[in-house]
C-alpha cells in the first residue's frame, strides 16, 4: 500500500512539472516497436519523421523504409514477419495515435522547430522508452502556457481561424 502511494506522489511530481493533470497510460500499438531500441542503433527522429512540405506533420516512416534492415534483422521473430507481410502489401499498420489535437486546430510542426522547440519539449525523452505514452500536455492550457512563455500570440484566431 505504502508503496502505491509512493509511486503515485512521485508520479504526480512528475506530472507537476510537466502540466500533465494525470499520467497517461502506455498506447497499445499493433507491433511492439521500441523507440529505445531504435535509437541505440544510432537512428534519429528524422530518420523516420522527415516534416515534408508544407511541414505541418512530422509523419512516420513507411514500413518499406523499415524493411532495409528487417530483411535479416530479427527476421524471425513473429513481429517482423508481420511486419514484413504489410511490406509485401504496401500496407502500413494502424499505428495509434499518441498526440493529437482536433482538426480545428492549426498547429505546424516546422513552425515550432524554427522557433527553437525540439522533440523533447513537446514529447518529452522518446528515445529512452520502449512504449510511447503521451508525457506532455498539448490542451490548450499548455499550448498558452508556453506561448506566454514565449511571447507568443495568445489571442483565440492565432490557433483556431483558418488562415
Ligand atoms: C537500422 C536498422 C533498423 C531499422 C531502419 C528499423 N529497425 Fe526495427 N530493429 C532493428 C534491430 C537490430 C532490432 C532488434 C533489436 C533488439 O532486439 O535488440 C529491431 C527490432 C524491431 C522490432 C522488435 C522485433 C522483436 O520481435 O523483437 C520491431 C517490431 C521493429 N524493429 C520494427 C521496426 C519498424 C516498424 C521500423 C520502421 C519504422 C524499423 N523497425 C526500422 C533494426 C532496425
Ligand atoms: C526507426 C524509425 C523511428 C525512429 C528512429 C523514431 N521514430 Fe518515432 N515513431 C516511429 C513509429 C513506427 C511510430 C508509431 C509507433 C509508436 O508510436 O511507437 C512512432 C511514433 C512517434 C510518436 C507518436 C506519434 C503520435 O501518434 O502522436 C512520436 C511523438 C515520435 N515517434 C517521436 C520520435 C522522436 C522524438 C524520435 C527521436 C528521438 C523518434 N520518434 C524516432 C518510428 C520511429
Ligand atoms: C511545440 C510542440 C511540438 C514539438 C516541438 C514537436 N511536436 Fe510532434 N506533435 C505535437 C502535436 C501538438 C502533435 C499532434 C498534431 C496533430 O494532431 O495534428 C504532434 C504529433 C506528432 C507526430 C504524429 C504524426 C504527426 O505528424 O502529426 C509525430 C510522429 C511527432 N509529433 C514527432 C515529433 C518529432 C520527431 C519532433 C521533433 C523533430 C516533434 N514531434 C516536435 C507537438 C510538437
Ligand atoms: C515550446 C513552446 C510552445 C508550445 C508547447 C506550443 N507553442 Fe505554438 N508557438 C510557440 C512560439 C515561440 C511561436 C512563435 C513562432 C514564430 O513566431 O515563428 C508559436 C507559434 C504558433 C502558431 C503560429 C504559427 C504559424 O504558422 O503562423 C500557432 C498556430 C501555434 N503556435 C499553435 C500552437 C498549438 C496549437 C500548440 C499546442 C498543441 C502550441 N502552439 C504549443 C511556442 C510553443
Ligand atoms: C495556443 C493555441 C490556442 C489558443 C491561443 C486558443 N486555443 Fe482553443 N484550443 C486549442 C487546442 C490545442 C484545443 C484542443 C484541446 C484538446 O482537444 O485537448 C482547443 C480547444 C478549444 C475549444 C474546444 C474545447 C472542448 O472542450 O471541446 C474551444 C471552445 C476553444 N478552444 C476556444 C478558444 C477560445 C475562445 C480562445 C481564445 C480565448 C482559444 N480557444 C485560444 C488551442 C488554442
Not at 499520467?23 to 537512428?43: C, D, M, R, T
Not at 511541414?55 to 508481420?82: D, L, Y
Not at 525540439?118 to 500536455?137: F, M, Y
Request: hydrophobic share 35%; aromatic share 4%.
Amino acid at each position: 500500500m505504502r508503496i502505491v502511494i509512493l509511486s503515485l506522489w512521485a508520479a504526480c511530481i512528475v506530472c507537476a512539472q510537466t502540466g500533465l493533470k494525470s499520467p497517461a497510460a502506455p498506447v497499445e500499438q499493433p507491433l511492439p516497436f521500441s523507440h529505445k531500441k531504435h535509437s541505440e542503433l544510432g537512428l534519429t527522429c528524422k530518420t523516420c519523421h522527415k516534416n515534408a512540405d508544407p511541414g505541418e506533420s512530422m509523419g512516420i516512416a513507411a514500413v518499406s523504409s523499415c524493411m532495409g534492415c528487417h530483411k535479416t534483422a530479427a527476421a524471425e521473430s513473429p513481429a517482423i514477419k508481420r511486419l514484413a507481410r504489410h511490406a509485401e502489401m504496401k500496407s502500413d499498420p494502424v499505428w495509434a495515435r499518441v498526440y493529437l489535437i482536433p482538426s480545428y486546430v492549426f498547429f505546424s510542426h516546422r513552425r515550432h522547430l524554427e522557433s527553437g522547440a525540439t522533440c523533447q519539449t513537446c514529447h518529452g525523452p522518446v528515445a529512452a522508452q520502449d512504449q510511447l505514452r503521451r508525457e506532455i500536455d498539448i490542451s490548450m492550457g499548455g499550448c498558452m502556457e508556453c506561448h506566454v512563455k514565449n511571447r507568443a500570440r495568445n489571442d483565440c484566431n492565432y490557433c483556431h481561424e483558418p488562415r
